[in-house]
């Protein structure tokens, strides 16, 4: 016969072996909760920046600055724009909204898939036409580390690029008359 011993720590054996497995099962539902959490708040982060570059405004402002602003060098950029302070907010809103997105890469906040199918190659447009000046105005401030957000968004949309397309972005941007004389 089975001694009262032998059965009480079958028990106890058997307790563990519950408390355990109910242990295991809540960690994985809690790892998975949390995965879903975090999925949910990257499609949150996405729809924010989505709406941010998506409006009435912004799209405004990309398209005057990228399209119509024409300057010969960086002295007549700041006479033309620069100390215009009806216009230099408009530049300042695109490099700005750039940056904090680029910030949010680097952080990897956001997958560069994702932000790449919300942006596609319009940083890299606004990059190449207006890093000289940026690049200026960061030397002249004495700052090596300004734009370091929008820098890093646009290697990541040429590299986003690059794996949709198979080669690498080579488009240059042209001016509104150049689009309707073409």
């Known amino acids: 016969m089975v001694e009262l011993s032998v059965i009480r720590d079958l028990v106890a054996i058997f307790g563990v ?6 242990y295991v099962l809540t960690v994985r539902a809690n790892q998975k ?9 990257q499609a949150q982060l996405l729809m924010q920046i989505y709406d941010r570059v998506n409006n009435r405004g912004f799209t405004r402002d990309w398209a005057e600055t990228t ?8 002295e007549d950029y700041w006479k033309k724009y620069g100390t ?9 809103n695109i490099i700005d909204t750039y940056e904090g997105i680029g910030v949010i890469l680097k ?20 990059w190449e036409k207006f890093s000289p000046l940026m690049n200026e105005f960061a030397e002249k401030a ?5 734009y370091t957000g929008f820098k890093y968004l646009c290697q990541e949309m040429k590299r986003e690029y690059e794996i949709e397309h ?7 941007i042209r001016q ?6 073409k």
């Open 17 to 22: 072996i519950a408390g355990f497995s109910y």
């Open 33 to 41: 909760t949390q995965k879903q959490q975090l999925e949910t708040r």
């Open 67 to 74: 399209y119509f602003w024409n300057w010969t060098d960086n």
């Open 84 to 92: 215009n302070l009806e216009e230099y907010p408009k530049l300042k």
């Open 107 to 126: 952080n990897k906040l956001v997958e560069p898939k994702l932000i790449y199918g919300v942006l596609n190659v319009n940083p890299i447009l606004y």
């Open 142 to 146: 004495g700052e090596s580390l300004m």
């Open 166 to 172: 198979g080669y690498k972005f080579g488009h240059k």
């Open 176 to 181: 509104a008359e150049d689009l309707l004389t």
